[in-house]
C-alpha cells in the first residue's frame, strides 16, 4: 500500500474510533490534538500530531506547542516528547496514532509526575491602583432628577419613543419670505 492510502485508512478508522470524544479533534486531514486527561485536570495536556508526506513510513511530527500546554513547565514537555518519540520508533511503519494516544492516557500519571504548573504573575504598582481608581471615578454618568424624567416621561409614548414629527419644523411663505415654525 502507498503511504497515501494507509493516511486515508487510519483517517477513517480515527474518525469512526473518536466520533463524538471531545478530546479528539481533526484539526486537518493530517493534523490532530487529542487531549490528555480532563479539562479542569491541572495535569492535562493537548497532544498535536501531524503526518508527513511519507507517513507512516516516517515519524509524525509531535508537538506540545498548544496554548493550553502553557501552564507546563519545559521540561516536562521534553519529558512527554522524549517518551512518545520512544512510542513512535516502537511503532514506525504501522499506523499509529491510535496507539500513542492511547499510550498517552495510559502514562498520565507517570508522563506528568513531576508536573510542577507555570504560574504568570502580574504585578501591579501602586501608580495602577490610583489611574483605575480615578478613571471608575470619572465613569460615573449623569443623574438626572425627578422633574428632568417626568418631563421626558411626558414627551414620550409607552415605549420611550418621542412621537412621530416632534423635531420637525413649520415653513410657511409670507411673500418672498419664508418662516420657520
Known sequence: MTANEDQEMELEALRSIYEGDECFKETSSVSFQ?????????????????????????????????????????????????????QVEANLGTAMMYTLFEWAKENQESLMENHKPVVTAVTSSSDATSATSTAKKREKKEQLTKSQKRKIISKTDNKGELPRGWNWIDVIKVGDFYLLF
Open 34 to 86: 487529542f487531549r490528555i486527561g480532563e479539562l479542569e485536570d491541572k495535569k492535562a495536556f493537548i497532544l498535536d500530531l501531524t503526518w508527513p508526506e511519507m507517513y507512516p513510513e516516517t515519524a509524525p511530527q509531535i508537538s506540545l506547542d498548544s496554548f493550553f500546554n502553557n501552564r507546563i513547565s519545559a521540561e516536562t514537555k521534553q519529558l512527554i516528547l522524549s517518551k512518545l518519540e520512544e
